[in-house]
């Protein structure tokens, strides 16, 4: 399995916006996280950005875990950017 980086930035009032589907976001990570298709992610201390790193078979895969998301469904994530990882350490 490849690891995928994944970068993206949020929608402006975040804090306020996220909170219908903040729940149904952390279930659909710790979902993936079990079952060993997402290493980490969290926001950046500034809430503009967030930083991911997914476990897929391709980049096609990786999009497809991000893509489901409930805050890329519901523009919470407002784009994103995906790069295979090399983990040296």
């Not at 993936?32 to 969290?42: D, V």
């Not at 950005?49 to 523009?75: K, L, N, S, T």
Request: negative net charge.
């Amino acid at each position: 399995m490849k690891k995928f980086v994944m970068w993206g930035t949020y929608c402006d009032d975040v804090l306020q916006k996220r909170a219908p589907y903040r729940q149904a976001h952390l279930d659909n990570l710790k979902s993936l996280q079990a079952l060993g298709k997402l290493f980490t992610i969290g926001p950046t201390q500034d809430l503009k950005r967030v930083f991911g790193v997914y476990v897929a078979e391709d980049e096609q895969e990786a999009r497809q875990m991000i893509e489901a998301d409930p805050y890329w469904q519901h523009q919470i994530w407002t784009s994103y950017e995906v790069y295979e990882w090399i983990q040296a350490l």
